[in-house]
């Protein structure tokens, strides 16, 4: 019996080593930003709020744990525009140096996967008709892989000057039947989004969770500037 038990172990042992020895599992961590995919369109929008400053928090993340403290470095790669112009049949213009303002160096921590980067965009340094794009990489990360795909985010701005954040304000009242069961008012941060040159998109009310939304229509007419406003396609079959 006891010879027996001492096969079974070594087999098991030999097993675990021969699977140890074929895995492919690569452990090896790389830098990437965690917010930096370029498939939504909303994901890296800038939108102002009344203030001339705003505030976007870039996540730079590691696959894996470091191996050590490493000493990471930012910057505009400005090459990285005209690619993106192509790809995505757009014509941004880079942003004036004087329009931004970022750490571009900061040190990784063999104890945490990812760190925020502050970047401050400043709406007084660009032109309300232009379209604008910041695109920052990941330049060097002290000898520790770089992800070529994912090391660079692409911050942008809209010319349409409707668009931003706006603080709103409203009245919900509840009824039963004839009767009024409640009355209640409520505050709400909404983002106006364009959709085209023309378009932009706005929540409904509270209910923008739920697909309701209102299309705003904004442009000249011979001259004229007509302002116009109609219910989503969610909207228009649910009343």
Known sequence: MRFLRLILIASLIFVYSACKKNSSVDLTPSFYFLNGDTSSF????????SSDTITYNAIVSSTYLLPRNVNVTLGVVS???????A???TDYQLMPANAYSFQTQYNASDSSVFDTVHVSIYKHALDASKSYMLPIGITDAGGIAIDAGTSTIYLHT????????YNST?????????????????EITKSLIPVTATESDIDYADLGSNGWKYKLYFYLSNGTPVFEVNPNDVIATSV
């Open 42 to 49: 909303s994901n890296t929008l800038i939108l102002f709020t």
């Open 79 to 85: 090459d990285s525009l005209a690619s993106y112009n």
């Open 87 to 89: 790809s995505h049949g």
């Open 158 to 165: 809209t010319s349409s000057v409707l668009s931003g954040i």
């Open 170 to 186: 409203g009245i919900k009242t509840l009824y039963t039947a004839d009767s009024v069961t409640s009355v209640d008012t409520f």
